[in-house]
DNA sequence: GTGCCTCGAGTTCC
DNA sequence: CTCGAGGCAC
């Protein structure tokens, strides 16, 4: 039998026929496993084919197929995941915490809807499966690739992994095998479905048995066994761990699915997908709750983690009416069930300096068990917090203050970040001291200062305080800013310590000064000559970087992301930028023309100039940039509209639309919209009512349109 | 001046 | 993820 024959035996011909033989046979058997559920053969022979498979490959690389059974399973690359973007983002959701944060989202619905409080309005209410998102892909009905959230935009390759999860269906239920022309009628041709991976509780015992009998790790909770399990380089392990999924919503379509929320649902489960059985359409803001409180009961018997309940608009048109926030949708929200307590003792509290030298106070506790996870630190925000105020004076914890050595409540905001809730005074000992908050940097020694109504003490060490130097390195790599695959926070702590990097420019210059010579990176402690060359190759591929990111690596405060693209696309060059916050010192047309950008203010203005006219903070980006080469800002994919580039500003009460909506609506089309009439306006759209701006409008001869005008105009009735 | 709506900054644990 | 604060509309 040539299964038996051994691999250095096979002639060419001998090993692409039986290339041929095993690709066809594992895919039959992943099919019959994954599909029909109806294994054909062992794990252990499963295993011994693709063996097999691997071994004539190594043997005779030029042989190996484009469906091949190692490209397909197990071919992940040791270092992890491909990266893939998402073509629709996968947003979060807000929160809700009390029926009243309900009431406004509701209200606020009716209100950027222009509805009336009487007027229907239904939503979907499904539980918050306490899991992890996932992102599938299904084209000509076979599905295709699997990712994961990540930070919304990319997420992680998964697709091999997500096929071993039986809730995941290969096909789409009624996608013909041998008639793709129907295909068409009968299902979209490209389908992005988006839902929640989960384990079960009664998996996750059975897995954390398993685990212990055999001397592995176990897990803490579910989501963290479900998050572990998807995420393995072997999706024989992925198939081993009792995986589920959930289908909540979609991304990419080729056509719409539904006209409703429900219904679409409805069709996904059609498709073969599980969606949630608790989902209820509800008409208006007390049947959603009503349904909340039904499934907070029934929450223990679900046999999975849920963490609330997830409302959505019904209806897709007003869904698309009402459109997104930057990292949340309009038309939806989570409501979360109230967060689990726990008391523990605080042991002391630490300060740790921040990029912009905040200081931060953290707790340092005996560690805890809170929902699932064992905590030992928590934030304590600042000073006021500590004391038992808000930012405006204002008691929290009905003004108790927290002393090192009190018993604390502690709850993790959002399910994530450990915080402090409360502390009992009964428990306190008599000698136990106010905590006095440090009025110098613990780091640098230099002075901490308070601004008039800031919250926060800083350390006005600058660049000499040795914390803010590493935070800001730390940011300057971090994945928004210049994303320097192998030189993350624990490296650069490490680099900062030996002195190999002091500042940003310092990265660009390790291979010239530690690439050869006494002393070698690959040399060094935990590094070989493969990392080395690995971390100079991809330094290097970064001296080409767009502007956005560039101005946001600089961490000047105020400057984000968000303020880093709005800067990048104004100036479009890193020399006009640089030219024109140089020049932009109070009451010159540069500040004027700085200020004019939608989204920039006073305060980011002045940081921006501060920071260029420091003699030390410039002549340290002058260092970096020498070694760049900076990208231009990309156009924006112009956006084919009448209205495309002109800027428009609305006036007066529009009736078919609110102002939200029509500023929403402009800037898809690609238009600027502004507040005021000026010389560079392009376009006003007056409604009843318009005063001063329409007359300024006249004045400069501005295009001015009634809103039926404007509709016309865009195409839309 | 007030009240949204976003963004920026700092945070924890796996 | 949350809080504080910046930016802007009303």
């Known amino acids: 039998m040539s299964d038996q024959q051994k691999v250095d035996d096979l002639d060419e011909d001998a090993a692409r026929a039986e290339l041929e033989r095993l690709a066809r046979r594992l895919a039959e058997a992943n099919r019959a496993y994954h599909r029909d559920d109806a294994p054909v053969m062992s794990d252990a022979e499963f295993d011994a084919l693709r063996a097999r498979n691997a071994a004539i490959e190594a043997r005779f690389p030029a042989l190996r197929r484009d469906d091949s059974p190692s490209r397909q399973v ?16 996968m947003l979060s959701l807000e929160n809700a915490f009390e029926a009243d944060d309900v009431a406004e989202f509701v209200a606020r619905i009716r209100r950027y809807l222009g509805l009336p409080a009487e007027a229907p309005l239904a939503f979907t209410a499904e539980p918050k499966i306490d899991g992890l998102s996932l992102s599938l892909r299904y084209e000509g009905g076979v599905l295709v690739q699997a990712a994961t959230r990540g930070d919304g935009e990319t997420g992680e390759n998964v697709t091999e992994n997500a096929r071993t999860i039986t809730d995941i269906p290969a096909r789409l239920r009624g996608a013909p095998d041998l008639l793709p022309d129907l295909l068409p009628d009968l299902l979209p041709d490209l389908l992005e479905v988006r839902g929640e991976v989960y384990m079960s509780h009664a998996d996750f015992a059975a897995l954390n048995e398993r685990q212990a009998g055999a001397g592995a790790k176990t897990f803490a909770n579910p989501r ?17 761990r009792p995986l589920r999924f959930f289908a909540y919503g979609w991304g990419k379509l080729s056509a719409p699915l539904a006209d409703s929320q429900s219904g679409a649902l409805s069709r996904l489960a059609e498709l073969g997908f599980a969606t949630n059985p608790e989902m209820r ?36 048109a007003l869904q698309d009416r009402l459109g997104f926030r930057s990292t949340t949708p309009r038309w939806a929200i989570a409501h979360k069930f109230p967060a689990e307590l726990a008391w523990t003792r605080l042991r002391a509290i630490d300060i740790q300096v921040g990029r912009t030298g905040a200081l931060s106070p953290v707790a340092r506790l005996d560690p805890v068990t809170v929902g699932g996870v064992v905590v030992s630190n928590a934030t304590l925000h600042n000073e006021d917090y500590i004391a038992g105020r808000d930012a405006k004076g204002a008691p929290i914890r009905e003004g108790r203050d927290i002393r090192p050595g009190d018993w604390v409540q502690v709850y993790r905001a959002g399910d994530v970040i450990p915080k402090i809730a409360d502390v009992d005074l009964s428990r306190r000992k008599n000698d136990a001291q106010v905590y006095v908050f440090p009025q110098e940097c613990p780091e640098c020694g230099s002075p901490a200062l308070r601004e008039p109504g800031d919250a926060v003490r800083r350390c006005t060490g600058g660049l000499i305080c040795p914390a803010q130097a590493v935070e800001r390195l730390k940011h300057f790599v971090s994945r928004a800013a210049f994303d ?36 070698q990176l690959k040399n060094r402690e935990g590094w070989g000559a493969k990392s080395a060359e690995n971390l100079f190759a991809a330094i290097a591929e970064k001296r080409r970087i767009p502007l956005n990111r560039l101005i946001f690596a600089l961490g000047i405060r105020h400057v984000g992301e968000a303020a880093a693209q709005l800067l990048a696309s104004h100036y479009a060059t890193w020399p006009a930028f640089e030219a024109a916050v140089t020049a932009a010192a109070p009451d010159t047309p540069e500040r004027e023309d700085l200020l004019s950008i939608d989204g920039v203010g006073a305060v980011m203005a002045a940081s921006l100039t501060q920071a260029f006219a420091n003699p030390a903070e410039r002549a340290s980006i002058d260092r970096l940039v020498a070694h760049l080469e900076v ?40 238009a600027k919209v502004a507040g005021s009439v000026s010389a560079r306006t392009d376009l006003l759209v007056a409604g009843p009512g318009a005063g001063s701006k329409a007359k300024k409008a006249a004045e400069l001869g501005i295009e001015t349109l009634d809103e039926d005008g404007w509709l016309a105009l865009i195409g839309a009735g």
């Not at 197990?74 to 629709?88: D, L, M, S, Y």
């Not at 963290?224 to 081993?240: E, H, K, V």
């Not at 029934?298 to 608009?313: M, P, Q």
Request: glycine share 10%; hydrophobic share 40%; with cysteine.
């Open 484 to 519: 320097i695959e192998g030189l993350g926070a624990k490296q650069v702590e490490a680099f900062w310590r030996d002195g190999w990097i002091r500042e940003p420019a310092d990265i660009f210059t390790l291979q010239e000064r530690y690439g050869s010579g006494l002393k």
């Open 224 to 240: 963290n066994a479900a998050a572990g399990s998807l995420r393995q380089l072997d999706p024989a392990i992925t198939a081993a």
């Open 74 to 89: 197990g071919a992940a690359p040791a270092e992890g995941f491909g990266k893939i973007r998402h073509e629709v983002r």
């Open 631 to 670: 990208e231009p800002v990309r156009r924006r994919a112009p956006v084919e509209s009448p209205v495309a580039g002109k800027t428009v500003v609305f006036t007066g009460t529009l009736e078919r639309m609110t102002r939200a909506e029509a500023k929403a609506r402009a800037e898809a089309l690609g």
């Open 281 to 316: 359409r509800c008409e208006g803001l007390d049947a959603m709750l009503a349904t909340y409180r039904a499934i907070e009961q029934r929450r223990a018997t679900l046999g999975y983690d849920i963490d609330g309940v997830v409302y959505k608009l019904d209806d897709l």
